[in-house]
């Protein structure tokens, strides 16, 4: 009885509390003062412009952007699943009788289903040992028919974005989506006629300069006026384009100062644009890929100047041998995640630098060149990060900003090797603030460390910070210079960019 009384006490207690804690809230909420209502001034209110078949019309074409997302975010191993590439591997029935994937009999079965192409293998039989292939064929068949059905509904309602989004869905489709010349070329004509857009124009310029998929016959005159449309408008590659014409001589006479214009023009956006970014520039896209070079040249593999000679080599080269026997890009990775997690630090350092760059395929010029689009996979920070810092660690266990050498662990030269262009990455990203909070105290830290052992992209960060004088405004050229010089004499693209620049502007 004692204890019911306790409890009943408590919980009076506890209400009142509640209460007085809501009505002292509420007076204090009564004592501010309310808010103005606002009232509209008559000589300023918005006259609702939006019309039902306006509204329509920005529904669908945002339902069909949704739709194109999803399309294009789908990765690799899935297109290859849809265009029957490669077959996924197996589940339903036989990964419930092999969960874990091991022994004789699921590695076969695994194997077979990776050589044997997907179009040979019936519905049915794809639905029992391909788990939820079948169903999400249609998904993402329903995804691609969907699209183009809004997007035909906002262009019917009049939206102007929709028909610069069908012609490029259609020169350029993502998965599912189904090339088509034709339409493409109609959708550009019917943008560039109705908001004179720069790229639609340079867009007609290409067509008409290349006859491309048979749309229009080649017409070099209408295809320069096109381009000198965009060009006039703004748009840097029909300024490029004008610049080579004028070079060539393609449809006018060859005016090499014409040319320099144009190229003057198409440089001096790059530039500012780049210059506007962090130390050392604004991130290079990935370089394009030509279509042809995915099927080795105009002229076919190993008959084509892109696929012979030292251009046999190239990175466009492997991915198009890579895809042609149906590997894809999570299966690079992988391979490269099984060596990583087995401790072995080459690996995990291309981790790193396929996850910094966004691309499996890098350039050779050093991590301000960029990489190759053809291996395109998404930048993630924080697992390029984590693998960076797993092999620094190794040489420093922990940090020290002051003394950035010191407790350094004694290892062998493979792995110090692999720290130090770490480390070379760990500086850059604090440079420049890439998946960090931007601190050039912390990335003179490991600037320093990785120099200490030659890494040439740990000199080229400590020669941006002494020239700059990014640390307490202390500008040092010699030191800088020094710095430069020894990354340039490792073939570090930017280094030597940087020489050139100091040498013009002083002599």
Same mark, same amino acid.
């Given at each position: 009885?004692?204890?019911?009384?306790?409890?009943?006490?408590?919980?009076?207690?506890?209400?009142?509390?509640?209460?007085?804690?809501?009505?002292?809230?509420?007076?204090?909420?009564?004592?501010?003062?309310?808010?103005?209502?606002?009232?509209?001034? @008559?000589?300023?209110?918005?006259?609702?412009?939006?019309?039902?078949?306006?509204?329509?019309?920005?529904?669908?074409?945002?339902?069909?952007?949704?739709?194109?997302?999803?399309?294009?975010?789908?990765?690799?191993?899935?297109?290859?699943?849809?265009?029957?590439?490669?077959?996924?591997? @197996?589940?339903?029935?036989?990964?419930?009788?092999? @969960?874990?994937?091991?022994?004789?009999?699921?590695? %076969?079965?695994?194997?077979? !289903?990776?050589?044997? @192409?997907?179009?040979?293998?019936?519905?049915?039989?794809? #639905?029992?040992?391909?788990?939820?292939?079948?169903?999400? #064929?249609?998904?993402?068949?329903?995804?691609?028919?969907?699209?183009?059905?809004?997007?035909?509904?906002?262009?019917?309602?009049?939206?102007?974005?929709?028909?610069?989004?069908?012609?490029?869905?259609?020169?350029?489709?993502?998965?599912?989506?189904?090339?088509?010349?034709?339409?493409?070329?109609?959708?550009?004509?019917?943008?560039?006629?109705?908001?004179?857009?720069?790229?639609?124009?340079?867009?007609?310029?290409?067509?008409?300069?290349?006859?491309?998929?048979?749309?229009?016959?080649?017409?070099?005159?209408?295809?320069?006026?096109?381009?000198?449309?965009?060009?006039?408008?703004?748009?840097?590659?029909?300024?490029?384009?004008?610049?080579? #014409?004028?070079?060539?001589?393609?449809?006018?006479?060859?005016?090499?100062?014409?040319?320099?214009?144009?190229? /003057?023009?198409?440089?001096?956006?790059?530039?500012? !644009?780049? *210059?506007?970014?962090?130390?050392?520039?604004?991130? %290079?896209?990935?370089?394009?890929? +030509?279509?042809?070079?995915?099927?080795?040249?105009?002229?076919?593999?190993?008959?084509?100047?892109?696929?012979?000679?030292?251009?046999?080599?190239?990175?466009?080269?492997?991915?198009?041998?890579?895809?042609?026997?149906?590997?894809?890009?999570?299966?690079?990775?992988?391979? !490269?995640?099984?060596?990583?997690?087995?401790?072995?630090?080459?690996?995990?350092?291309?981790?790193?630098?396929?996850? &910094?760059?966004?691309?499996?395929?890098?350039?050779?010029?050093?991590?301000?060149?960029?990489?190759?689009?053809?291996?395109?996979?998404?930048?993630?920070?924080?697992?390029?990060?984590?693998?960076?810092?797993?092999?620094? #660690?190794?040489?420093?266990?922990?940090?020290?900003?002051?003394?950035?050498?010191?407790?350094?662990? /004694?290892?062998?030269?493979?792995?110090?090797?692999?720290?130090?262009?770490?480390?070379?990455?760990?500086? +850059? *990203?604090?440079?420049?603030?890439?998946?960090?909070?931007?601190?050039?105290?912390?990335?003179? *830290?490991?600037?320093?460390?990785?120099?200490?052992?030659?890494?040439?992209?740990?000199?080229?960060?400590?020669?941006?910070?002494?020239?700059?004088?990014?640390?307490?405004?202390?500008?040092?050229?010699?030191?800088?210079?020094? !710095?430069?010089?020894?990354?340039?004499?490792?073939?570090?693209?930017?280094?030597?960019?940087?020489?050139?620049?100091?040498? &013009?502007?002083?002599?």
């Amino acid at each position: 009885m004692a204890r019911r009384r306790r409890q009943a006490l408590a919980r009076r207690i506890a209400f009142v509390s509640f209460f007085l804690v809501v009505t002292s809230s509420l007076a204090v909420f009564a004592q501010q003062p309310a808010p103005p209502i606002a009232t509209p001034d @008559p000589l300023n209110v918005p006259v609702e412009t939006e019309t039902p078949e306006i509204a329509e019309a920005n529904k669908a074409y945002l339902k069909a952007l949704r739709a194109i997302r999803t399309l294009s975010s789908l990765s690799s191993s899935q297109v290859s699943a849809y265009y029957a590439d490669v077959h996924p591997q @197996p589940s339903g029935l036989m990964m419930s009788l092999f @969960p874990n994937e091991q022994g004789p009999i699921p590695k %076969l079965v695994k194997l077979w !289903y990776s050589l044997r @192409p997907q179009n040979l293998i019936p519905d049915w039989l794809a #639905r029992r040992f391909g788990g939820r292939l079948g169903r999400r #064929r249609e998904e993402i068949r329903a995804y691609a028919s969907k699209a183009v059905e809004l997007l035909t509904l906002a262009i019917e309602r009049g939206h102007e974005d929709a028909l610069f989004t069908m012609a490029e869905v259609s020169l350029f489709p993502p998965p599912a989506m189904h090339l088509n010349v034709s339409r493409a070329f109609h959708y550009y004509f019917k943008h560039a006629e109705t908001t004179g857009n720069a790229t639609s124009q340079a867009m007609l310029g290409f067509f008409y300069a290349t006859g491309y998929g048979g749309a229009v016959e080649i017409d070099q005159s209408q295809a320069l006026l096109y381009y000198t449309f965009a060009a006039l408008g703004g748009f840097q590659r029909a300024e490029m384009v004008m610049g080579y #014409r004028y070079w060539a001589g393609i449809g006018v006479n060859e005016d090499c100062m014409a040319a320099l214009g144009w190229y /003057e023009n198409a440089a001096e956006k790059s530039m500012n !644009y780049f *210059m506007s970014g962090p130390p050392g520039g604004r991130t %290079l896209p990935n370089s394009i890929t +030509r279509l042809s070079d995915l099927d080795g040249g105009v002229y076919g593999p190993g008959a084509s100047v892109a696929s012979t000679g030292s251009n046999s080599g190239r990175s466009v080269m492997k991915a198009a041998s890579s895809r042609a026997a149906g590997e894809t890009w999570e299966d690079v990775l992988e391979y !490269y995640h099984y060596h990583a997690e087995r401790g072995e630090v080459d690996f995990a350092y291309r981790l790193g630098k396929i996850y &910094y760059h966004g691309s499996v395929y890098t350039a050779s010029g050093g991590a301000a060149s960029g990489a190759e689009g053809v291996g395109a996979i998404g930048r993630d920070f924080a697992r390029a990060r984590s693998y960076f810092v797993s092999i620094t #660690r190794l040489v420093w266990p922990a940090n020290s900003i002051n003394f950035p050498l010191v407790n350094k662990k /004694e290892v062998e030269e493979r792995i110090s090797t692999a720290a130090a262009m770490a480390a070379g990455y760990m500086g +850059r *990203m604090h440079l420049r603030g890439e998946g960090v909070k931007q601190d050039f105290m912390v990335a003179r *830290m490991w600037f320093e460390r990785g120099a200490e052992y030659g890494d040439r992209e740990s000199q080229m960060g400590l020669g941006l910070i002494h020239r700059d004088g990014l640390i307490d405004g202390k500008i040092d050229l010699g030191k800088a210079m020094n !710095y430069f010089t020894a990354a340039a004499g490792q073939d570090l693209a930017e280094a030597q960019v940087q020489l050139g620049k100091h040498y &013009y502007a002083h002599n």
